[in-house]
């Protein structure tokens, strides 16, 4: 059973730059999470994505938006990047939509530097 | 709305001696309660997790929390640390029925031999 993989693994942009990362759900997940973890901070949620349609979202702008697809894998994607999104991106996928089974298995992480 | 402190950003601690990570939450309505580990350069494990049920929970590596509604916390203990378990430890809660996990800013727990 593969965990959950993300890429790419580091990226550099130059502010004003459009970005697209990556998820792919653990085996058996139909539900993936994404969140921005700044320097010294926890993570913080921006959305949530079940079975294709977007299921809560966090307090960030509408230049983050995302996709799901039908093998679950999900596409975080920022347009008019800003200094302030550098941050390590987290994707966590879980195996249900049920609150109480609601277990999230994160991946390792992209890490965006904006210049 | 919810709203997770971690009392501590670092606590550095000598090898085999014991741990206490304190966390405290605010939140009107019921909610899970988890504690992630993050180690170097890697995203986050679940330690261990609270739904329901003994409000005492463990986790594989030794590590305990006890759920405490009147105080509202939810601490993290070991009786005897390793250099291993060197990590950036998270509290978080979730409603139980929303989307989104709510974390705190984390504790670093440096190991001394």
Redesign the interface.
């Known amino acids: 059973e593969t965990g ?1 993989t993300q890429s790419p693994t580091h990226l550099i942009k130059t502010r004003g730059q459009q970005v697209t990362l990556r998820c792919s759900s653990q085996s058996g997940h139909n539900t993936v ?1 994404w ?1 921005q973890q700044a320097l ?6 921006i959305f ?1 994505y079940y079975r294709e349609e977007e ?2 979202r ?1 307090n960030f702008p509408p230049r983050f938006s995302g996709l799901q697809f039908p093998n679950y894998s999900s596409e975080l994607n920022v347009n008019a990047l800003e200094l302030d999104d550098s941050a390590l991106y ?1 994707c ?1 996928s879980s195996p249900t939509r049920d ?2 089974a ?8 992209t890490r965006l530097t904006v210049l | 709305a919810q709203s997770v402190t971690q009392l501590d950003s670092q606590v550095p601690v000598f090898e085999e001696a014991p741990v206490e990570l304190r966390c405290n939450y605010s939140s009107s309505v019921s909610v899970y309660l988890f504690w992630y580990v993050q180690y170097p350069n890697q995203g986050l494990q679940l330690l261990l997790k609270y739904l329901s049920g003994s409000t005492l929970v463990e986790s594989i590596n030794g590590f305990e929390a006890e759920f405490n509604k009147s105080q509202t916390s939810f601490h993290l203990r070991k009786p005897s640390v390793h250099i291993s378990d060197t990590a950036e430890y998270f509290c978080a809660v979730m409603r139980s029925s929303a989307s989104k996990i709510i974390f705190g800013s984390g504790t670093r727990l440096s190991i001394r031999p």
């Open positions: 959950v999470s969140y010294g901070q926890g993570p913080q949620f949530q299921n809560g966090g987290l966590a609150r109480v609601d277990t999230q298995y994160f991946g390792p992480g």
